[in-house]
């Protein structure tokens, strides 16, 4: 079983930048999808991005251009650099992992997950 800890969360104004990680333990992930899914009060929860073992990523089409995820291998870690925040980002961010179809990465439907990390971005 994997465990994954996000970490870097918090509240920023409107056009700022967060840097979130998630440090996964437990087993080996440089050959899991990894991905960052999010959580709006009263929302299902909702899909941002997601890196295959080699590099490729994919992203949901509202926070293309301002997102990126990237991994290190090497430290089991996984990044979301968030640029040009708006307040409808804001909501629990979620660390997911698992060895899952790339066309199925962007369901909520990975093995493990972490605990979430709250960003709040304000107007």
């Known amino acids: 079983q994997v465990q994954l800890v996000e970490s870097g969360g918090g509240l920023v104004q409107a056009g700022g930048s967060l840097r979130l990680s998630c440090a996964a333990s437990?087993?080996?992930?440089?050959?899991?999808?990894m991905a960052w899914f999010r959580q709006a009060p009263g929302k299902e929860r909702e899909f941002v991005a997601a890196?295959?073992?080699?590099?490729?990523?994919n992203y949901r089409d509202s926070v293309k251009g301002r997102f990126t995820i990237s991994r290190d291998n090497a430290k089991s870690t996984v990044y979301l650099q968030m640029n040009s925040l708006k307040p409808e980002d804001t909501a629990v961010y979620y660390c997911?992992?698992?060895?899952?179809?790339?066309?199925?990465?962007?369901?909520?439907?990975?093995?493990?997950w972490g605990q979430g990390t709250q960003v709040t971005v304000s107007s």
């Open positions: 997911a992992a698992g060895l899952i179809a790339w066309t199925v990465a962007d369901r909520p439907s990975f093995a493990s």
């Open positions: 437990g087993r080996t992930v440089s050959s899991y999808t």
């Open positions: 890196i295959k073992s080699g590099g490729t990523t």
